[in-house]
């Protein structure tokens, strides 16, 4: 091959590797120009086709018609939103740094050196393990079992709020169902720091009404009790009080340790006085109630509330474990575990009269509880803890609040939010105000862990899950005859999600909420999300027709009143009433229903007016004598007397006010009561204010 040859075939290459030139017809003549040249094959389709579907041509979808009709400035806006949603590229990944390092990693360098092997290393873990149990299983039993009280039995333990009588009409006509009332004694236990137990529903005492304070009705008193030389103080306490709040109150047991005791019934008391002791201050009530208690001086047992101690070994074991190991699973678990233990069975445990009782119902919730904190770590503070080697950053930001959260009662619930209902909510002072504070700071770290997600590049998938929690709230609000209740361990784990990644503020957060959690649960259980009204609002308004009372006679004898007919519909209630209730000084002294064959009720058979008498009591008198002999129960006694009659055998400062308060039966359903009409004892009728005898919200 020649060189000429040769370059005419790279040349040829060379014009395959190139830009091949377009084909014009050099034979072009004024037929094929010009405006009324025929089309070419490149050129624009006239208007006369424009609308003609061809056989090739797609049909716009529905997505791109709706597509089309989004401004421009709109769809703009959508993309430069997702985009920023997503987050920088590439993501930037939180990570703790140490402040300090070499100080931080001193305890692991230390097992390094002493402890190299993995086998060592679970010797001593399982070596602390033994160590805690052993020394909470002794604290414990200390704190839990006491030697008997010489000449009584084993103490019973208690709770703050422990009380004989119930609320309402709870212990039944006349009372009968909280026996007995006197010539009984109770060897007890009571927990330290009961001043903070309070009354979360108003409780009526006469015409008084009180909530959100401990329940503590008289106290020490001036007037002859009978009891003057058996008693601690001469305090006499009414039989509805907090047990263990009246022993504080009366002097016999420190509120800083608890202690033991024995208290004795001491039956009907004329009057129960208010005083302020050991900071609680108690009710008065000028009035006779047939149930009252006091306590035996010399009778106090060396016995303790240790749940300070059993606090302290539990933390000191956390430490300990937290600076000493890297692995997030041994880390988060035992701490779990811990952190359960010690709520359930020292710090916060339920209101259980015996310890085996209390071992079996933590037992029962521990184990559930266990699954949702798998679902936590696998979801969450895996990512916060693993390759995390700021040991001392880890105790003090991680461990630190999981206590702060696990110590809820000693805690949070100094906010003035006892729950998240809107009854509360209005009825506490402070409520509303606590209540913005909290949804702010809620709100605003909100903000900062979701720039700490789109930094991730994770924001996308959160907000999917938040609008998924926020849905399924919203469709649960929404059910009929349910009532939305948001405990803290389900706020716990709503929010949980929302601090997992590595950073400091995280670290802070999700001990919080683990600590939180484990407190809702070991206290509390497993309450449910959704709630009927009456389960929340027990012992609160209801809002149901309270009955219309009309005094027939009143006299210092005796008081007569009417009723009207029965049965009645509460259209509000969705209820048929058939009976009335009638408490006499907060005990029920009568029921009467529609259609029964009880005398008061004109024509037996339901048709007419109810009407009841009731004659005066007077403290004292066996049997419960009234002023005319006859027994205070004798409900067909007959008042219309002649006043001046009753002067005769007693005078008026005998005789002690009495408090009345009405509600409807629905069988044995109560509706609300009434508040409190005052028959004076003079014998003069104050009525009733208008509404219920609880809070008007």
């Given amino acids: 091959m020649g060189p000429q040859q040769q370059r005419d075939e790279e040349a040829a290459i060379d014009n395959l590797d190139g830009t091949l030139e377009q084909y014009h017809d050099e034979t072009d003549d004024d037929a094929t120009i010009g405006p009324d040249a025929p089309l070419r094959g490149s050129g624009r389709p006239s208007t006369d086709f424009d609308g003609l579907h061809l056989g090739g041509l797609e049909t716009p979808s529905w997505r791109d018609r709706i597509a089309d009709r989004i401004p421009p400035r709109l769809k703009s806006a959508w993309g430069a939103t997702v985009e920023w949603v997503k987050g920088p590229e590439p993501p930037y990944i939180f990570t703790i740094t140490p402040i300090f390092p070499k100080t931080q990693h001193a305890p692991i360098a ?107 009705v008289g106290g020490p008193t001036d007037h002859p009790t009978g009891f003057e030389d058996k008693l601690v103080n001469n305090a006499i306490y009414r039989g509805d009080s907090f047990i263990c709040a009246s022993a504080v109150h009366a002097g016999f047991i420190p509120d800083s340790q ?63 474990l937290s600076l000493s190991t890297t692995d997030p699973a041994v880390f988060y678990w035992s701490t779990f575990v811990l952190l359960f233990a010690t709520t359930a069975l020292a710090t916060d445990p339920p209101n259980l009269p015996t310890y085996p009782s ?111 929690f926020v849905t399924a709230l919203l469709l649960l609000l929404a059910l009929p005859g349910l009532e939305l209740r948001i405990h803290h361990y389900i706020l716990a784990l709503l929010l949980l999600p929302g601090t997992g990644f590595q950073n400091r503020a995280s670290l802070v957060y999700q001990g919080l909420l683990v600590g939180m959690f484990v407190n809702g649960v070991a206290r509390w259980g497993f309450d449910s999300l959704l709630q009927t009204p009456g389960e929340l609002l027990q012992g609160a308004q209801q809002g149901t027709l309270l009955p219309e009372v009309q005094v027939v006679v009143a006299g210092i004898g005796g008081i007569t009143f009417g009723f009207g007919g029965l049965p009645r519909w509460d259209s509000r209630g969705k209820v048929l009433f058939d009976g009335v209730s009638v408490l006499v000084n907060d005990v029920e002294r009568f029921r009467g229903y529609g259609g029964s064959e009880f005398a008061g009720w004109d024509g037996g058979d339901g048709g007419g007016n109810l009407t009841w008498s009731w004659t005066r009591h007077r403290v ?75 809070l008007e919200l």
């Fill in 110 to 216: 230390l097992l390094d050196r002493y402890a190299p092997r993995k086998l060592q290393r679970f010797g001593l873990l399982i070596l602390l393990y033994a160590c805690w149990i052993l020394a909470f299983s002794l604290i414990l039993r200390a704190s839990s079992f006491s030697e008997s009280i010489p000449g009584y039995d084993s103490p019973v333990r208690l709770s703050c709020a422990s009380r004989y009588w119930n609320e309402g009409n709870g212990c039944g006509l006349n009372g009968d169902q909280c026996r007995p009332f006197s010539n009984a004694t109770l060897a007890f236990r009571c927990p330290a720091d009961c001043h903070k137990q309070l009354i979360l529903n108003p409780h009526a005492v006469g015409d008084q009404e009180v909530v959100y304070k401990p329940l503590v």
């Fill in 258 to 320: 608890g202690g033991c005791g024995v208290l004795i019934l001491t039956g009907e008391q004329p009057s129960f006085t208010a005083s302020t002791h050991h900071g609680i201050t108690s009710t008065p009530f000028p009035s006779y109630f047939p149930h009252s208690f006091g306590f035996l001086p010399g009778t106090r047992a060396q016995c303790h509330d240790l749940r300070w101690p059993a606090l302290a070994l539990s933390v000191l074991f956390t430490t300990t």
């Fill in 358 to 468: 209390l071992l079996s119902l933590a037992l029962g919730r521990f184990l559930p509880a266990c699954f949702c904190a798998w679902a936590i770590y696998h979801t969450t503070a895996s990512r916060t803890l693993t390759n995390l080697t700021a040991q001392v950053e880890k105790t003090l930001l991680w461990l630190g609040p999981a206590w702060v959260g696990a110590l809820n009662n000693e805690t949070f619930d100094r906010i003035p939010i006892q729950r998240l209902t809107g009854h509360d909510i209005r009825a506490q002072p402070g409520a509303i105000p606590a209540l913005i504070i909290v949804v702010l700071c809620i709100f605003l770290i909100a903000l900062a862990q979701a720039r700490s997600f789109r930094l991730e590049g994770r924001m996308p998938r959160y907000l999917a899950l938040y609008s998924l």
């Fill in 620 to 694: 004292g008198h066996p049997s419960g004598q009234d002023i005319d002999g006859d027994s205070d129960l004798d409900t067909g006694h007959d008042p219309d007397v002649d006043a001046e009659e009753k002067k005769t055998t007693t005078t008026t400062t005998d005789l002690l006010p009495e408090y009345f308060r009405f509600a409807y039966l629905a069988g044995s359903q109560v509706g609300d009561f009434s508040k409190a009409g005052v028959w004076t004892a003079e014998g003069e009728w104050v009525d009733m204010k208008p509404g219920p005898s609880l």
